[in-house]
């Protein structure tokens, strides 16, 4: 029985000291990694920008740069937040869907497709170095 306590401890010890250089590896990153990164990024803010543009997302051949050129006058940096328009706290994605039902007359993205992360990141990219304030208007 002794040997069954002393293997179950070692394999506990042992999955401890994996899990423990797993953590410290976690947060050790190569300038390749970062650039890796930041270049998959702009790929997505970059798609996000050319969805921005399109007349394609709704049915009436207005894009979001016609109200929002550059993603003016979106502020991300303030969502969550209320908004009249739907009468209580939303995310951005939530006015970005409002903006492609009403002004643009189509349909809404899936909260959590591509598209909508693409958009999300156009605009929040568009007002970097912003500070955030969410609920602020």
């Known amino acids: 029985m002794s ?11 042992a999955l401890a000291m994996v899990v423990a250089d797993v953590a410290v590896l976690a947060d050790e990153f190569t300038q390749e990694d970062l650039d890796r990164w930041q270049d998959e990024y702009m ?5 996000g ?9 709704g049915t009436n051949g207005v894009a979001c740069a016609q109200c929002h050129p550059n993603a003016a006058n979106t502020h991300p940096e303030t969502y969550p937040k209320f908004q009249q ?3 209580r706290v939303i995310a951005l994605r939530d006015m970005i869907n409002w903006c492609l039902q009403n002004p643009l007359e189509g349909s809404p993205l899936d909260l959590d497709s591509d598209e909508m992360v693409a958009m999300e990141a156009y605009v929040a990219y568009e007002r970097r170095g912003v500070e955030m304030a969410p609920g602020r208007h």
């Open 3 to 13: 040997g069954k306590i002393a293997a179950a401890a070692f394999a506990v010890v």
């Open 85 to 87: 328009q739907l009468g």
């Open 49 to 57: 920008r050319a969805l921005w543009v399109s007349g394609e997302l």
């Open 43 to 47: 790929s997505v803010v970059n798609e």
